[in-house]
């Protein structure tokens, strides 16, 4: 509702010409997605129908295009092969209400920073799987269906390598070489049905024996099925919780990142949790209509805004395009050549991979790679489940050591030298004042959390004797957990063993009220608590019996002097 704000004649010509676009480009994706994961193509028109139409009435960005993905084919068949098209459906069905749970509790924006090591990880084991999994329709093999694992069906691939159909591959090469100069000389336009098309017309005229959407499918249906769901044992809805869990993840990413791709592009900003929301009823209506995952698709979201969509009427149309074309179409879709398909998808494989980005991260540190390979090769080797969620914990060990190297804690009361060389000599530096003998003082500078916790215990560790007076500066504290507060309690209490003082300085709000909330600036005291390093030292010295000593004066820049001066003089 708040994109039709103003909305004109213009914008909805538009629209309609962006939604038939994108629906052509979507028609043989959509069939391809679903064959690639184990089902038949119609479950992808339906798809991209039903949730298409879901996506860009109730999400949260402009113009997503929504619908079957590269990114849930391994996933998919994966699930239909080990519980059938039945348990794919209930597993969509625990996805969508993750989804929807997920935005209602805001968790949008959480989900946005995931790291690229872990996407680009995961996207190009998805390229290379999908890729492989085309070779038997791309070269017409006679074998049966290959094994699941990746070294298992190229192995298989090998031994039936003597099968090729000549006739199959020419058409596969024909639809690649196709959408390769469409692409090139009419950038604009649909290279993909392109080269379907042309592949089907050049079996059909030529009389290849080549295996079609005909022969192995059958015909097309000419509606959407009625809603409903399969009857399932429900012994087996525990096995489909982490599949579920995959589906969820990989559609919220997914369709977060392709909303953020759209942001730059037309410089709008989208919403996040109610994104979510809409890819979860989407994915529930999906199957409920016979359909397969969906979410948010980069590649269809960026040839609508090319095409000049404005809003998500233009998605709309999408749908409409696609339904129309299942209506008076369908029939003419069982002369597709299955090559043509595999085609289709191979060219995909090449784009989702993004080559370049995996081969760049070559370059950045160590762990980042190390994560991004991992993540890789369990997406190849193993399954896109256990990838995402070995993924995703690396991502958060991944952050935990980003966050401890930031935070750092140190003694500083020997270390009295400004080493801030030409830059503006800091006001509260410690070597502006003198520290009284039995009085050390440390400093941390960064999130005070369970990264950082375990620095704080081998510095404080490093005191043989305990002085009298401790003081904590906390100044670049932003922010304090349950573990820090665990570590600085058992400092209070070593303290309060060996007779010594904890003496805060300069605590910010957030670590302030975890304080106060858990009962440990009670246990520290009010009066040794300051907000800055001045009273604190003067509180160590009260403690010690020495005199009280003025704060030095601050430093002041000579043009903030002069400012000064004239105000002075004002006044």
Not at 206 to 218: A, Q
Not at 321 to 340: H, Q
Not at 438 to 460: H, L, R, S, W, Y
């Amino acid at each position: 509702m708040t994109s039709l704000r103003g909305y004109s004649k213009s914008c909805f010509g538009s629209d309609v010409f962006a939604g038939i676009t994108v629906g052509i480009v979507a028609l043989p994706l959509a069939m391809a997605f679903a064959i690639a994961s184990g089902v038949g193509p119609e479950r992808g028109l339906f798809t991209a129908i039903v949730a298409g139409l879901l996506i860009s009435l109730l999400g949260g960005s402009t113009v997503q295009v929504g619908g079957p993905t590269g990114a849930f084919v391994v996933l998919v068949s994966a699930i239909v092969a080990q519980h059938g098209y039945e348990g794919l459906v209930y597993a969509t069905i625990m996805a969508g209400i993750l989804l929807i749970i997920l935005g209602v509790s805001r968790m949008g924006s959480m989900i946005k920073f995931v790291p690229f090591p872990v996407t680009t990880g995961f996207t190009t084991g998805i390229a290379v799987v999908i890729f492989s999994t085309q070779i038997k329709d791309f070269f017409g093999l006679r074998m049966d269906a290959p094994p699941a694992d990746f070294a298992g069906k190229w192995h298989s691939y090998f031994l039936h390598a003597d099968t090729i159909t000549l006739s199959a591959a020419l058409i596969g090469i024909l639809t690649i070489a196709v959408i390769i100069i469409a692409r090139k000389r009419f950038p604009r336009w649909p290279a993909m049905l392109f080269g379907m098309v042309a592949a089907t017309l050049a079996a059909s005229l030529l009389g290849l024996d080549v295996e079609t959407i005909g022969s192995r499918f059958g015909d097309l249906p000419r509606m959407l099925p009625r809603p409903g769901l399969p009857g399932i044992d429900l012994h087996v809805l525990p096995e489909l919780v982490t599949p579920a869990f995959t589906i969820a993840m990989l559609a919220a990413i997914e369709s977060l990142l392709s909303a953020s791709v759209a942001d730059g592009m037309l410089g709008t900003r989208h919403r996040s949790n109610m994104e979510l929301v809409a890819q979860g009823v989407a994915n529930v209506a999906s199957v409920t209509f016979g359909g397969i995952p969906a979410t948010g698709a980069i590649a269809r979201t960026a040839t609508n805004i090319k095409s000049g969509a404005k809003t998500p009427v233009a998605g709309i149309v999408h749908a409409i395009t696609l339904a129309v074309v299942l209506l008076f179409l369908a029939p003419l879709a069982k002369s597709i050549p299955l090559a043509a398909l595999a085609g289709i998808l191979m060219v995909v494989s090449y784009d989702m991979s993004e080559m370049r980005h995996f081969a760049a991260m070559f370059k950045a540190p160590r762990s980042d790679v190390s994560v991004m390979v991992l993540t890789f090769l369990l997406t190849v080797l193993v399954d896109l489940t256990t990838a995402v969620q070995i993924g995703l914990v690396l991502a958060a060990f991944l952050f935990m050591r980003r966050m401890s190297e930031v935070t750092n804690v140190g003694m500083i009361t020997r270390e009295l030298k400004d080493d801030n060389g030409e830059r503006t000599p800091d006001a509260n530096a410690l070597s502006k004042r003198h520290v009284p003998a039995g009085v050390e003082v440390f400093e941390i500078n960064g999130p005070f959390f369970f990264g950082a916790a375990e620095k704080f215990k081998e510095v404080t560790g490093t005191i043989s004797k305990t002085p009298p007076v401790i003081i904590l500066r906390m100044r670049n504290v932003p922010a304090i957990d349950a573990t820090g507060l665990h570590v600085l309690r058992g400092m209070v209490h070593r303290c309060r063993r060996e007779s010594t003082t904890l003496i805060l300085s300069g605590v910010h709000a957030q670590p302030l009220f975890a304080m106060c909330k858990c009962g440990l600036y009670e246990e520290i005291g009010e009066a040794n608590a300051f907000g800055n390093i001045d009273d604190a030292l003067n509180r160590a010295r009260e403690i010690l019996g020495l005199p009280q000593e003025p704060a030095p004066v601050p430093f002041v820049p000579s043009v903030a002097r002069e400012d000064l001066r004239k105000s002075e003089d004002a006044g």
